[in-house]
């Protein structure tokens, strides 16, 4: 059966609204502190990931739940302004829509406070399972380890590339799962991305080369650990890769990791080896952190390409499309 790829890329999870509050340092407790800069915009792990995609020109779809209030009309409206397809966005009557207050200091370095809303308990329509084995790569951040898990297994079956952020809510999963919930979503993942810090929550013990094989371990194809300022690992049947980030002047590093990711994969589908992959996704990160917000600076591909010439990568630049 030949099936035909309505999107390029569909995304599961966190969707939120931010508030954001630059800080000239990070409050004591008790303390009353002023805000030099406060935005609020759209965020959420997968938010921001597609919309990132959408921006370098993917076909996007989103799978998220909102609350019928006015962050969630926000949401939307963000989702429809970049094109990215609503149609399996859940609008709950009952609930409120997602939260994030981020504390943001003088170095870009980010602290959050969340309320989940109504993506405490996610519930989606069965359809959405049939939406999945639509797309070429089905991306997601384990909001909810069942549903991850069943979505993952249905765009495999399809031959869809599946891509998993592991870590990203290990603070809030990990204490709460038992048993082989790592392995139950990695089992079906092709890419996997994990950043320094949650690899350390998730596998206490653990230097990056072996968190790396123990994801190797558990099925994934492609593993991918970001370590912040520099830059990344890449890990595949080939051998490790280690890319560093470009230097730019840090305003905000929200979502640069979903910045990261959407660079990634888009260079993957675009054909790239890993670690043309790797420096694609650092200059759509990098150039994101240039700006307030997890979204405010996110590039657009003539913008990455132009990024990429200034450093030297001229041929990595017209290798994309």
Known sequence: MVITRLLDVIGFGSICVDLIFKVNRYPRRGSTNLSTTTMISCGGI??????????????????????????????????????IDTSMLVIDPKGSSAKVVCIVDCRGERTFIVDPGVQAHVKLPEKVREYVGKCKVFHTDCLDIRLASILLKESKQSNA???????????????????SWIQDVLKFCDVAFISEDNA??????????????????????????????????????????????????????????????????????????????????????????????????????????????????????????
Do not use: W
């Not at 890993?274 to 150039?287: D, E, P, T």
């Not at 917000?293 to 132009?306: C, H």
């Open 46 to 83: 997968i938010g921001n990931f597609l919309v990132a995609c959408s921006r370098l020109g993917l076909r996007c779809g989103v799978i998220g739940v909102i609350g019928m209030d006015y962050y969630g009309k926000m949401i939307s409206d963000c989702f429809l302004k970049h094109g």
């Open 161 to 179: 590339m599946t891509s998993v952020d592991v870590g990203a809510l290990a603070e809030h999963v990990f204490q709460k799962m038992k048993g």
């Open 200 to 321: 350390r929550r998730m596998f206490p013990g653990l230097n990056n080369v072996e968190v790396l094989e123990k994801m190797f371990q558990c099925g994934v194809k492609v593993a991918v650990m970001t370590l912040g300022k520099k830059g990344c690992i890449v890990a595949s049947n080939e051998g490790l890769t280690e890319v560093s980030t470009f230097k730019v002047n840090v305003v905000d590093t929200t979502g640069a990791g979903d910045a990261f990711e959407a660079g990634f994969i888009y260079a993957m589908l675009r054909g790239l080896d890993l670690r043309s992959a790797a420096i694609f996704g650092n200059a759509v990160a990098a150039i994101k952190c240039t700006k307030l917000g997890a979204q405010t600076g996110l590039p657009t591909l003539s913008e990455v390409k132009e990024f990429l010439i200034e450093r030297g990568y001229g041929s990595l630049a017209s290798s994309v499309e």
